[in-house]
């Protein structure tokens, strides 16, 4: 199936999964091509999206598969003068791999703390991610659970950009199991409070699968 | 202000429709500006992109030379809090600059109960409230839209009311603006240089004046202003400008598709419907305009479904040969095509058939009153067999879904009309048993009652408003009439259609009661969420006024009424004709088959009316 590679920046990052979907439904229709639709009583156009993206989470390596209803010309270009301002399309690839495949997601963090942090702060923060567990209470369907989310960060480096701004980047599992980054912060708020910063900005940067190879 | 913004849209519920940035949005180079407007819908953002109406004049302004017209909506409760918290002041989307930096601001109004939204977005943007307290010509309230036509509560806080169409005034207005700003006018001088715009009110150039029984006794209109504001219309909508490049938004709205509106006006003189009299004359689109506009806006949007627009569809001269080529197109495209307002009377079975090749859409009815008598009285013109007959062959279709409307406490009522309407529902059901040809999914019948509101400019205008308390002895009675288990009845609440009857037919006095309101924290209340009766009888207490005075009172034939200094085309004398036939249970031709004589015609220096 083919499958496209885009990106979800500026105020874009506001647009839930779901409209992410309606978006590019209609983007595809005002780019004049014909997506492939559903059967039944309500036909649909058939997109869906690997690893759903929380609304604010900026990315830059999203991707959409797709199918259309008969052979077309497609490029990036022209589903990009169509889509709304923050998405736009990087690339197309003609038959995506399996989405099983995807196993780890690269992410940056960005921490700021207003009135600043300091070095000792910082080596606390540090020192959060290094303990032997931490554990969260998920709530799914089923109810709650905790889980230890360590084991599913695989890499992570910390660095101060300048007085009030910390940038993270890790590494995570991605599917099976997944760790939303976000939990990340979650889990200052829990076990470090004092170091919970005043605003997270958090950008997807690449998808792997298990050799560590880009994920197309 | 954007890093502000940032941090406290994860704070909210759907910041997508706090942020703009949507396909088709129209952002300008501020240096090649002149003049900018902050156009208002005192709603949410869903309610406020579903407007045709506003897509209409974002589209007039923004082609205007100079002129950069942004939106702006309502923020739902917990945007407005986390806004206040950090002083974040109302702003607009396509530049997120703060609304009081803007040269005017508009504000489109189609519902009473908005009324409170546009004096909280007026706090929301740091601008006064009242009209008077704003002495520069920068950041003038202007408003138009269907409640236009009774603008007087809202008086003390508007500068100047547009009443009409406004695809040609609003481009009059602004351009007067834009001389007046190079100029260096005051605000005074602009705006009795603005009243001469046909169609323009300004209403502190008028004093109202009241009796010691507080009925209000004459309005004087000041400095030469003109007795009475006529109404704007477009002469031809085939030359008149329809936005098909138009905004699609990035996130769910209400009326999420393109609408082709086929006509304005309506022939049908429903005595209860402001709308149906306030629209008039009756003027079309040609067909095949509208089919390119369809097909452009489809194109041009991505939107997979669309609705034909009208006050009634099935009265379009030219809907066959229209709906034809749309369904050919729309199947071809797997675009839904949906047909709403359809009558009862001439929904042909074909169409039915058609439209469904193309997406099954419900069944809807509104016959509004239980009893043959009563629609004769309000001259609703569908009769109890053309009902039966549609859901006849409705159902034989394949269709086991259907959605009724009443109204209760329309003029006349009686008890008898009321277990009318349990009676109708009654036959409907026993129709589905003889003629269904699929009843293993069972019949659903989705009933709701409307509590009956007088409005300005139909002939029910001067009719008093029953109590709430009556209006719920009626709703129980109806309820207890109806025994099958297919029927899901809702009503209206009684506490908002008093509220709307007080503010629709109400005068200047209203103002302070408005401002109190919202001081106490009246705010969407057109939202069952947000709507709380208590805050408004404090408002009317504290201010010692009356609520009942406004709803629950016949007005005289004789009586000077609050919306008199407006004319919308039709006259006086036909909306008590009328009434008075009305009360004689009798109907009137609709104007297809008999011109009434309305007066609409004459609106322009003479129009056709193409009833």
């Known amino acids: ?216 | 202000m954007n890093e502000r913004l940032q941090r406290i849209l994860p704070k909210v519920q759907k910041p997508a429709r706090y942020v703009g940035g949507e396909y088709g949005q129209i952002v300008k180079n501020k240096e090649d500006v002149r003049l900018r407007v902050a156009f208002c819908f005192p709603d949410t953002y869903e309610i406020g992109m579903s407007n045709v109406g506003m897509r209409i004049l974002y589209g007039v302004m923004n082609e205007m030379d100079g002129v950069w017209c942004e939106r702006v909506f309502a923020p739902w409760g917990d945007m407005e809090e986390e806004m206040t918290k950090a002083g974040i002041p109302l702003y607009a989307l396509e530049s997120q600059d703060p609304v009081k930096d803007f040269d005017m601001v508009a504000f489109t109004i189609g519902y009473e109960m908005s009324y409170t939204n546009i004096l909280n977005m007026l706090r929301l943007a740091d601008m006064p409230l009242y009209a008077k307290d704003r002495p520069d010509l920068k950041g003038i309230v202007f408003a138009g839209g269907v409640c236009a036509v009774n603008p007087e509560p809202l008086a003390d806080f508007i500068d100047f009311f547009c009443v009409g169409e406004g695809e040609e005034m609003t481009v009059e207005i602004l351009s007067l603006y834009d001389k007046a700003k190079a100029e260096g006018w005051s605000k005074e001088r602009f705006l009795r240089q603005v009243a001469t715009i046909g169609g323009v009110y300004v209403p502190a150039l008028y004093e109202h004046h009241y009796g010691e029984d507080g009925k209000l006794t004459a309005i004087e209109p000041l400095d030469g202003a003109p007795k009475t504001v006529t109404k704007r219309i477009i002469k031809d909508l085939d030359k008149a400008y329809y936005p098909t490049d138009t905004i699609v938004p990035s996130t769910e709205i209400v009326h999420d598709r393109t609408n082709l509106e086929v006509f304005r006006g309506c022939i049908r003189g429903c005595r209860f419907c402001q709308a149906g009299f306030c629209y008039r004359p009756v003027r079309p689109r040609n067909a095949d305009t509208l089919y390119q506009q369809a097909v452009e806006s489809l194109e041009t949007s991505g939107n997979h479904e669309i609705t034909l627009a009208s006050l009634s569809t099935s009265d379009y001269k030219q809907l066959e040969p229209l709906a034809d080529k749309l369904i050919d197109y729309c199947e071809a495209k797997k675009i839904n095509l949906s047909l709403p307002s359809l009558r009862a009377d001439n929904f042909s079975r074909e169409l039915m058939l058609k439209v469904q090749r193309v997406r099954k859409s419900g069944l809807t009815f509104a016959p509004e009153a239980g009893t043959q008598r009563l629609r004769d009285a309000i001259n609703k013109n569908v009769t109890e067999e053309e009902i039966l007959t549609t859901c006849a062959t409705a159902f034989s279709g394949g269709w086991n879904n259907v959605k009724l409307y009443f109204m209760l406490g329309l003029p006349t009522e009686t008890d008898e009309d009321v277990l009318g309407i349990a009676e109708l529902v009654w036959k409907i059901i026993k129709t589905w048993k003889d003629t269904a040809t699929n009843k293993k999914r069972g019949l659903s019948i989705n009933l709701a009652t409307a509590f009956f509101v007088p409005k300005p400019f139909t002939p029910f205008q001067w009719e008093a408003q029953i109590t709430p308390e009556e209006y719920m002895r009626r709703v129980h009675l109806l309820q207890d009439a109806l025994h099958s288990k297919a029927v899901d009845y809702r009503y209206h609440g009684s506490d908002l259609s008093y509220l709307e009857a007080v503010l629709a037919r109400g005068d200047r006095r209203l103002g302070k009661v408005l401002a109190r309101a919202m001081e106490l924290g009246a705010r969407l209340d057109g939202w069952d969420e947000y709507f709380n009766n208590d805050i408004w009888m404090q408002a009317f207490k504290e201010c010692g006024m009356d609520p009942a005075f406004y709803a629950q009172r016949a007005y005289g034939q004789e009586e000077v009424l609050p919306w008199q200094t407006i004319d919308v085309g039709v006259r006086q004398e036909f909306l008590w004709q009328e009434r008075q036939q009305a009360y004689l249970s009798k109907v009137t031709p609709d104007c297809r088959v008999k011109c009434s004589a309305c007066g609409a015609n004459c609106l322009e220096g003479g129009v056709k009316c193409d009833a």
């Open chain 1, 1 to 216: 199936m083919p499958r496209l590679v885009f990106e979800k920046t500026g105020d874009s990052v506001w647009i839930s999964h779901l409209d992410t979907m309606r978006v590019f439904q209609r983007a595809f229709r005002r780019a004049g091509v014909m997506l492939k639709h559903s059967q039944g009583f309500t036909p649909r156009a058939i997109v869906s999206i690997a690893l759903p993206l929380s609304v604010g989470v900026e990315s830059r390596c999203e991707l959409l598969d797709y199918e259309l209803e008969q052979e077309a010309t497609l490029t990036a270009d022209m589903l990009n003068a169509v889509l709304p301002e923050g998405m736009r399309v990087l690339s197309i690839v003609e038959n995506g791999r399996k989405i099983k495949e995807l196993t780890h997601l690269r992410a940056h963090l960005t921490l700021t703390y207003d009135h600043g942090i300091t070095d000792e702060q910082l080596q606390q923060l540090q020192a959060l991610y290094h303990r032997e567990s931490l554990v969260l209470e998920k709530h799914s369907r089923k109810g709650k659970t905790e889980t230890d989310i360590l084991p599913m960060l695989c890499e992570m480096t910390m660095e101060k950009k300048d007085n009030t701004t910390v940038g993270m980047d890790v590494l995570v599992c991605a599917q099976n199991p997944s760790l939303n980054p976000q939990l990340l912060i979650n889990a200052i708020e829990i076990y470090a409070p004092e170091l919970m910063p005043d605003a997270v900005k958090i950008r997807r940067m690449e998808v792997y699968d298990t050799e560590g190879q880009v994920f197309r």
